[in-house]
């Protein structure tokens, strides 16, 4: 979420900002926040005006009584402002949790070092790492590589319909010996505390880092079962983000705990929605598959150093790999919804003859840290 005094202040030059997004509509609705950013002055400046009266009848009174005057006059005004105010606190908290919904749907601004663009071809190269290999013979995708292995798409369809897949075999034991050696590296050399996350979460979780309210259509919630003892319903989610940044919601943390950095493997659930006919073959854009994710929390002065740093230890794992990549800095219209600046590690495939995402890391500054209530304490 965007800081609201920040809106305040520069109207415009955060509406400037956002336009450099990708968005054929308006991200923020301008007229409605003029609106009712108009009505809470006037309502707030009211409310100072009327307990200021109060306070000056509340003397009054008490000078009346002094005097052994009747008050009863002075009682009904001090009781007629009491209303007023009364009715202008459930206006203004009406108010406030509009503009906290219309804030809700409004992305990250961008970083003044991202490139700018409409799309993924407004990206731009920062470093390559390793060279293509050539091939005296027709290369193989990864699908044809795999059946012999255990990779097994039938099956998956059979049992959860399509874009799922079964691996059995010398393919699971690979998979399985991927995210421990992902693990393994982060904890060891990088010194990430590894965790185990629940695979299931409320709506508040993803609220917090940003999947919730304007992405509800790209994922799974559970439909059956008790929920939580309030009636909430569970979401899988759709990457550990959501569970490792959340741990520090709702907390004040202490500086000299600083920076936090978390690691874990888990499955992601994910819709895909708007994906039809996209990367159909194979293991691509699957409702279901597993990383190893990386979270940093830190200070703001310290949040570009970190992003740095971890886009160097996801290039730790390809280059130990032996995988020749390129390091991409997103633009403005190609970035997530809560980022401010993003890189992109694509992977070279020989089968398709191009470079494709395997890992991505963001800064989102105070943006998740602001609708988590997450927060630290300095001396």
Sequence with gaps: MLDIALLRKDLDSVLARLAKRKNPQPFLDEARFRELEAERKTLQARTEDLQAQRNSLSKQIGALKGKGEDTTAVMAQVGGIGDELKASAERLEVLQTELSGLLMA???????????????????????????????????????????????????????????????????????????????????EHGYTECYTPYLVQAKALQGTGQLPKFEQDLFHVTSGDGDAAGNKWYLIPTSEVTLTNTVADTIVPLDQLPIKLTGHTPCFRSEAGSA?????????????????????????????????????????LQKLELPYRVMSLCTGDMGFGATKTYDLEVWLPAQNAYREISSCSNCESFQSRRMQARFKTA
């Design 277 to 317: 006919g996209r990367d159909t073959r194979g293991m691509i854009r699957q409702h279901q598959f597993d990383k190893v994710e990386m979270v940093q929390i830190t200070t703001p002065e310290q949040s570009y150093d970190a992003l740095e740093s971890m886009v160097g230890h996801a290039e730790a794992i």
């Design 106 to 188: 409004v992305p990250n601004l961008p970083h003044d070092s991202v490139p700018v663009g409409s799309d993924e071809s407004g990206n731009v190269e920062v470093r390559r790492w390793g060279t293509p290999g050539t091939y005296a013979f027709e290369v193989k995708d990864h699908v044809d590589v795999g059946a012999p292995l255990g990779l097994d798409f039938e099956t998956g369809a059979k049992l959860s319909g399509s874009r799922f897949t079964f691996l059995k075999g010398h393919i699971a034991r690979l998979h399985r010996a991927l995210a421990q050696f992902m693990l393994d590296v982060q904890t060891q």
